[in-house]
């Protein structure tokens, strides 16, 4: 994202200069009227990993804020060819369909099948008031951890995902599962 304006210690901020910023901020709302979702604002998270994601293990895709307890919509894509990032050597073939389109929450975070968090080799399960996994693929999970609600992406198919990318809406906190 570009700056906008560059402010100092102390600089006075004028309402004119926070109606300027407003007028070109890209911003998402949850619908006000008859909405189960209805907390104020939504965020977003673009990822690509930076390496293959080998099977039975899992990789911390976002830690700047508490995915719990939140609808996401996601959108999840894993390459055939390495090298195929922006960057990359393949770069010109970062144009693709996606693989899955999914809804989930994330409810207070996923658990494995012992109640414990989720390791290499224990995958997040879905348990219905205790345990909160979206599979956006066969056998790929997105959760939220119950400790910090950071979100991690497993993968326990029997193949390695190639650098997976994820776009990612989210609600802000519905309060529903605090």
Do not use: F, H
């Amino acid at each position: 994202m570009e700056r906008i304006a560059t402010y100092t210690v102390n600089a006075q901020i004028t309402s004119t200069q926070l109606n300027d910023l407003q007028d070109v901020t890209v911003g998402l709302i949850s619908g006000a009227n008859n909405n189960v979702l209805s907390a104020a604002g939504c965020d977003g998270c673009e990822w690509q990993s930076t390496a293959d994601l080998a099977p039975s293990t899992q990789i911390k895709v976002d830690a700047t804020r508490d995915w719990r307890d939140r609808v996401l919509t996601v959108l999840y894509y894993s390459p055939l060819t390495s090298n195929s990032e922006p960057g990359g050597v393949n770069d010109n073939s970062y144009d693709y369909d996606i693989t899955s389109l999914r809804k989930g929450y994330t409810g207070r975070g996923g658990l494995d099948a012992s109640g414990n968090d989720p390791t290499n080799s224990n995958p997040p399960v879905s348990v219905a008031g205790t345990s909160w996994a979206m599979e956006i693929s066969t056998d790929v999970y997105l959760y939220a951890s119950t400790i910090d609600g950071s979100l991690w992406l497993y993968n326990d198919t029997l193949g390695t995902l190639k650098i997976p990318i994820l776009s990612i809406t989210a609600t802000a906190p519905t309060g529903l599962r605090p």
